[in-house]
């Protein structure tokens, strides 16, 4: 533990559940993620609850997580937390400050961002990231990122991130899909591209754990997110996947009571999951949805695939899910082609994250 004046800085302690004796810090941490996503944008639902995060805190095979606690007389006053990836050769470490704006300039979030970079140095990585959040507003001052796409309001954590050296990368659209309005632009949109697809395509469903027949195709698509999505000049790592990756991954996604429902492309001739799309949703049904990896590999692109895994998982999804009411997804600005399809059935802007980048 170290201490700065009356500012104390703990780990943050993992349980084995939310019923667990010593889960109190980790349900705060939860509750401080929801707060700090609420007076960023104003939608509190972006952030997990702690029984959906437990199980990939705890599982620490493929990406180690630690969190750090800052107690001002007793109180937390807030927290960091700091991934780290376990492929080989992963050279980044990402991190998430939270900072009440009650408790902001104080010193706890120039306490905290040491800790991060602290942290990072430790464990050998040479590059540092974080994302900012964002309502989709005109600040005094819009930052405007490296990529040239997009642009955001300046906040005081942003302010922070450009005095300690980060670099403003990328901007990603926060865009909502009402999962309760009429479905017809849905359908129309997904028959539209299965006839333009033709018949070398053909889409497959399923809801996690991925059946054993389909893993390591799967792995293998999974694995091109790192290497095919636009990332500007973000370095990011390159993930290495197979069948056992892909079964952690079920169990941590599954293990906290979340469901998860995949819509992908199978190439026919080759045998290949050449596109996917997934929708998470928390052990409570009535939240929100998330968006998490669509991806369509690059050498299948212009086959109108990625409109077919969004249309199919999103029209499979109001069955599974029917009382969630909305779905919420990130999308790179410069990444026209899916914003594209977003935007023709029906997604809107909601909110904006930033990208920061530092090299240590």
Known sequence: MTTTTTLTI????VPKSVDAADAADFLAYAELNRQICDE????????QKAVDMIP????????????????RGGDIVGMVTVSLAQDSGASTAEFDLMVPREHWGQGIEETLLA?????????GRRVLQTWTLHRPVEGERMLTPKTGWGKVPAT????????SGFSFEQVERNSGFDLHGDDSALKNALAEAQAAAGTEYHELSWSLPTPVGIRAGYAAVLARLSTDAPTGDLEIDEQQWD?????RRDARLTGGGQLVSVSAVEH???GTIVAYNELLIGADRTEVTHQMGTLVLKEHRGHRL?????????????DLAPQSPWVSTFNAEENRPMLDINEAIGFVPVSYAGAWQKKL
């Open 10 to 13: 703990s780990p943050l302690i």
């Open 40 to 47: 960023e944008t104003g939608l509190p639902d972006l952030a």
């Open 56 to 71: 990939g805190w705890l599982d620490d095979t493929d990406e180690i997580s630690r969190g750090f606690v800052a107690r």
């Open 115 to 123: 800790r991060a970079e602290d942290e990072a140095r430790l464990a």
């Open 156 to 163: 005081e954590l942003t302010a922070l991130l450009e005095a």
């Open 243 to 247: 069948a056992e990756r892909v079964v």
């Open 268 to 270: 026919i001739s080759s």
């Open 306 to 318: 990625g409109t077919i895994v969004k249309c199919a998982n999103l029209l499979r999804w109001r």
